[in-house]
């Protein structure tokens, strides 16, 4: 033993190994007690639960007119021009994962689309992720027969307007004019 420790005897060698040890990882500690110290970082929240959707991609599978307008007072002409597109319809097929196949902002391919739920109620379609992200389209109407769809990125949404979607006769059931009386 070192002179300074040797009148310490055994149990005081241990109470000074006991303090050095308490210096560092003592709750009590002058660095524990500083309330400048950095409090050491939290664990990031968990993610919210995912909230499905009122509209299931069963509903929106089919053959759709589609138009778009920038301008709420265009929105009833832009129906009927949709509708007279049904000769080339817009075709949204079920996705292999249980979403709905379509086309994103600047994109030429099909990618499967999760219609999303959020806390307000509103319903989104999009890429997998959060309701209202930056590839997403917010629901402004639903009715089967229509679909009115906003692009949640303001600068997508500038450039391609809000569409307007309307379901197509089954194909092979061409509109007929009603029977004559």
């Known amino acids: 033993m070192t002179p300074s420790l040797r009148g310490l005897g055994f149990a005081g060698v241990g109470l000074f190994a006991l303090l050095l040890c308490a210096c560092t990882s003592n709750p009590f500690s002058s660095a524990s007690l500083n309330p400048s110290a950095e409090p050491p970082p939290q664990a990031a929240p968990p993610p919210a639960p995912e909230i499905p959707a009122s509209i299931r991609p ?7 007119g589609y ?3 920038h301008n ?3 929105r009833k002409r832009t129906e009927a021009a949709a509708r007279s597109q049904c000769g080339q319809p817009v075709v949204i097929n079920r996705g292999p994962r249980g979403g709905v196949l379509m086309y994103l902002a600047d994109s030429a ?13 509103r319903n989104f379609i999009g890429p ?7 590839q997403d389209r ?4 639903f009715d089967g027969r229509t679909m009115v769809l906003s692009w949640s990125n303001p600068e997508v949404q500038a450039r391609y307007g809000t569409g307007v979607y309307v379901r197509c006769a089954p ?3 061409a509109r007929r004019p009603p029977p004559r009386q």
């Open 128 to 134: 997998p992720g959060p309701p209202g992200g930056p």
């Open 67 to 69: 138009g778009s307008y």
């Open 58 to 64: 069963e509903e929106i599978v089919g053959r759709w």
């Open 138 to 141: 917010e629901f402004v109407a």
């Open 171 to 173: 194909e092979g059931m």
């Open 72 to 74: 709420e007072a265009d």
């Open 109 to 121: 391919q099909l990618q499967e689309l999760n219609l999303k739920g959020s806390p307000g109620g």
